[in-house]
């Protein structure tokens, strides 16, 4: 069973390696995802970092390019104007597009583990 999830989590259309935050043997399949979710958040995975100018101010001319949803995040974490540039704003976009994107695949990682467990029930 460790290889089928370990596949499965690898093939998730996500922005992240959830593999690389996992442990696998600690998902608790009752609520997986949100105990996926939180390995993720406690190992930093969703901490999406853009350096340098050229790459931060393409990403948020791409994403964002108001500047609208980026200064709102940064306000929620309590930053204030004269912290900010557009690395920190475009980490803190790509960050939560992360979690967002994450999140949308809650159905489909409780329903696999739900399978998984009634498999290993019939064993």
Request: glycine letters at 2%.
């Amino acid at each position: 069973m460790k290889t089928k999830t370990e596949n499965f989590l690898r093939e998730l259309d996500t922005e992240i390696d959830v593999l690389n935050y996992v442990n696998i043997e600690d998902i608790d399949y009752e609520d997986a995802f949100d105990s996926i979710r939180n390995m993720i958040e406690e190992n930093n995975g969703f901490d999406v970092e853009i350096i340098y100018f050229s790459r931060a101010i393409a990403f948020l001319a791409e994403n964002d390019p108001s500047l609208q949803e980026c200064l709102e995040i940064a306000s929620e974490y309590g930053y204030e104007a004269y912290n900010l540039n557009s690395e920190i704003l475009a980490t803190l976009l790509a960050s939560q597009n992360a979690r967002v994107k994450f999140n949308e695949l809650e159905d489909e990682i409780n329903s696999f583990f739900s399978e998984l467990k009634e498999e290993e029930e019939e064993e």
